[in-house]
């Protein structure tokens, strides 16, 4: 599976944004949202189950994200609102072959090359 994300860029507090990630080649079962700050663990963000359609979201980021997927696209979506100077980290796609509903990095085999976000006080 190849994974494109795309959508990063510098915001001000308060912005939103929509990342988006464009998957190619086999199919999968979820496809997940991580972001990495500098000097941080990667953190898991949000998953959404592929084919239908059903979200998960970490508890720290619930209700300022909404994660969606568009199959026809085979394109996944990362909305943001609310954006603060602690969202600034480089944010990834990522897909699960097999599973869906996973927080760890380990269970998703294929990555996206990471978008960076940036925001700005």
């Known amino acids: 599976v190849q994974l494109q994300a795309s959508g990063g860029g510098l915001v001000q507090a308060g912005d939103s944004l929509r990342l988006s990630c464009v998957a190619s080649?086999?199919?999968?079962?979820?496809m997940g949202w991580f972001r990495q700050a500098p000097g941080r663990d990667r953190e898991f963000l949000a998953t959404?189950?592929?084919?239908?359609?059903?979200?998960a979201y970490e508890d720290s980021v619930k209700g300022r994200i909404t994660v969606s997927r568009d199959q026809d696209r085979n394109t996944g979506y990362l909305q943001m609102n609310s954006l603060k100077p602690e969202d600034t980290a480089v944010y990834y796609c990522?897909?699960?072959?097999?599973?869906?509903?996973?927080?760890?990095?380990?269970?998703?085999?294929?990555w996206g090359q990471g978008t960076q976000v940036t925001v700005s006080s």
């Open positions: 990522a897909v699960d072959l097999e599973t869906w509903g996973s927080t760890s990095i380990y269970d998703y085999e294929y």
């Open positions: 080649g086999r199919s999968f079962s979820s």
């Open positions: 959404i189950r592929w084919q239908r359609g059903r979200p």
